[in-house]
């Protein structure tokens, strides 16, 4: 059983910076992909950015030049680094990891972005 955890969300002021971790347990191989998602309130679950294997990026329009992503060293983790945040950028991040067929979630992280 796969089960990824997030940690580094929490409250920052607009402007301001933060950096998810996503770590993955229980599987012997490395993910395809891994990546993460948001959902604001009132709002569907959107892409904000994913990474393969071998380190190519997709990145949403809206975060593009402000987030980046990133896979550790140790295997199935993943890192989104996040500055000049705005309060859009409110959400509860969910990691997301792929191993095919299989995909699996994280329980989600929250960020909020106010003054």
Same mark, same amino acid.
């Given at each position: 059983q796969v089960q990824l955890v997030e940690s580094g969300g929490g409250l920052v002021q607009p402007g301001g910076s933060l950096r998810l971790s996503c770590a993955a347990s229980g599987s012997i191989f490395r993910l395809n992909s891994? *990546?993460?998602y948001r959902q604001a309130p009132g709002k569907e679950r959107e892409l904000v950015a994913t990474i393969?294997?071998?380190s190519r990026t997709n990145y949403a329009d809206s975060v593009k030049g402000r %987030?980046?992503?990133?896979? *550790?060293?140790?295997?199935?983790t993943? %890192?989104?680094?996040m500055n000049s945040l705005k309060t859009e950028d409110t959400a509860v991040y969910y990691c997301k990891g792929v191993y095919y067929p =299989?995909? =699996?979630w994280g329980q989600g992280t929250q960020v909020t972005v106010s003054s």
């Open positions: 891994m *990546g993460w393969t294997d071998d %987030f980046t992503i990133s896979r *550790g060293n140790a295997k199935n993943v %890192f989104l680094q =299989y995909t =699996y």
